[in-house]
């Protein structure tokens, strides 16, 4: 079970109103702050003399990873799954970021299999300053065409994609399996799923290839005991995965096998779960796939398959993974400084903004579609948004000047025009005040009307008067 920092503060000298509460022999003011920061794990166990052997035992418990961390892929830049040790991401971040991957099937043939391949290995965005790429690749022999499932590999390996995705290899044959691996073992460590197996197929496999094997069950029930089973063989890599039932069925087992192994500490129930969402569909459509991997994300699969390789699809869910893998605490933030946009010159537009990564993209991204280069001045704001900041006193006339000033804006540019967003328009006069001969202007409050104001905007250049 995961103690929360207030469960952890009533095992503590202040939350007992004992004799030395709030001693401060911890470094911390009070035993809340220090039970607060030991919750996050931000504080050694050692800073506090008082701490009961009790409470000691169950934070060291806490402090392991409850969830088993499995390293499969590439041998260059593996994939880590699993190792999560929370239910809910405000008790602490997610850490490993569920892994997608795009399943090629040897029955729609081998021109069309390389020409999917290649497009899903190459399928790279940016989103909030983050490069993100497709970390993995399902080969599923699902024609059972020996032939074809090999020609895949090889090809793989001539063209070097073998280093740049992670490889799960399907099929209900041993011997595909035991030969698709034999190609590639030099450059990878795939991930072996035998269909239909049984417990002596998945003892041989990693007995044989020492790969992480994936294991399913009718039942969440013979899972755990097959699991025992195979521990007992000795198998050590394991990846679990789910009876194929009714769209709902997935996420309640999902979740009850998240819960028991966090919560209720049941070991065999502690591997990474792989999911293949079409299993979960009614159709062959790509939305719904996108939409069940949705749901599979959030509850609590470590691994999703998608049959289908639609860029739209996969951007949403690049998306909904960063925001559940981000730190809620931490904001994404930007580094405080001058972006120029476009090719600016002396007398270009200034607009002044905070360090949000998603303010800062919303207004770079409409700037760009605006094709008015621009200089783009990003305050210190503890990667709060607009209204945030200057609710909180970080988007302020002081903060702004001082800003202008560290990132030398007077020598970057031939006027004395700032922009800031209608959000925040009070702060006119507060930032005339504040720097002296500056005029500053007020835009609309919506990112998306800035094309329509910059067409219109001129600011008063030394060189243009
Ligand atoms: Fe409380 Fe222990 Fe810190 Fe003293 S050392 S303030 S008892 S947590």
């Known amino acids: 079970m995961t103690l929360s920092g207030l469960q952890i503060f009533k095992l503590l000298p202040g939350g007992k109103k004992e004799a030395n509460a709030n001693c401060k022999e911890c470094g911390f003011a009070t035993c809340m702050a220090y039970a607060m920061k030991l919750a996050k794990g931000d ?59 795009i399943q090629i099937n040897t029955s729609e043939g081998l021109d069309n299999c390389i020409k999917k391949v290649y497009q899903a290995a190459n399928y790279t965005v940016e989103r909030v300053g983050e490069e993100i790429e497709l970390q993995s690749l399902t080969i599923n022999n699902d024609s059972e065409d020996y032939v074809t499932f090999n020609n895949i590999l090889e090809s793989l390996k001539e063209e070097k994609t073998i280093d740049k995705v992670s490889l799960i290899l399907v099929s209900s044959c041993i011997k595909d399996l035991l030969d698709g691996y034999t190609i590639i073992k030099e450059r990878q460590k795939p991930i072996l799923y035998l269909k239909s197996g049984i417990q002596d197929d998945y003892i041989r496999l990693y007995t044989e290839t020492k790969c992480p094997v994936v294991v399913e069950a009718t039942s969440v029930d013979e899972l755990s005991n097959l699991v025992t089973e195979l521990e007992k063989a000795g198998i050590k890599e394991i990846i679990m995965t789910l009876p194929e039932e009714s769209e709902a069925q997935p996420i309640e087992d999902l979740t009850l096998i998240r819960r028991s192994t966090i919560t209720n500490n049941v070991k065999t129930l502690r591997y990474p779960i792989i999911t293949f969402a079409s299993k979960f569909c ?66 270009s537009p200034v607009i002044v903004t905070t360090n949000f990564a998603l303010t800062y993209f919303s207004v770079a991204s409409e700037i760009e579609a605006s094709n008015i280069p621009c200089y783009l001045l990003i305050t210190p704001s503890d990667g709060m948004s607009v209204l945030t900041a200057w609710a909180a006193n970080k988007f302020n006339g002081e903060i702004i000047a001082k800003a202008v000033k560290d990132f030398k804006l007077e020598e970057t540019v031939d006027h004395k025009n700032l922009i800031i967003s209608g959000y925040v328009s009070m ?34 250049c030394k060189q243009l008067i």
């Open 43 to 101: 504080a050694s166990l050692d800073a506090c003399s008082h701490i009961s052997d009790e409470l000691k035992e169950m934070l060291e418990a806490q402090s392991g990873k409850q969830q088993e961390e499995i390293t499969f892929g590439c041998k260059s830049s593996p994939v880590k799954t699993g190792g999560e040790n929370v239910v809910y991401r405000h008790d602490k971040t997610f850490i490993n970021p569920t892994c997608l991957s």
């Open 282 to 347: 009614n159709t062959d459509s790509s939305i719904e796939e996108g939409m069940i991997a949705g749901s599979l994300m959030a509850k609590y699969s470590n691994i999703i398959v998608l049959n289908n390789f639609n860029p739209a699809i996969v951007y949403s869910l690049f998306t909904l993974r960063q925001n559940l893998f981000t730190d809620p605490q931490k904001p994404l933030q930007m580094e405080p400084k001058i972006y120029t946009i476009g090719e600016p010159d002396k007398c």
């Open 427 to 460: 702060l006119k006069e507060e930032i005339e005040d504040e720097m002296p001969g500056w005029t500053v202007d007020v835009a609309p409050s919506e990112a998306v009307d800035l094309p329509d104001f910059l067409k219109e905007y001129k600011p008063e």
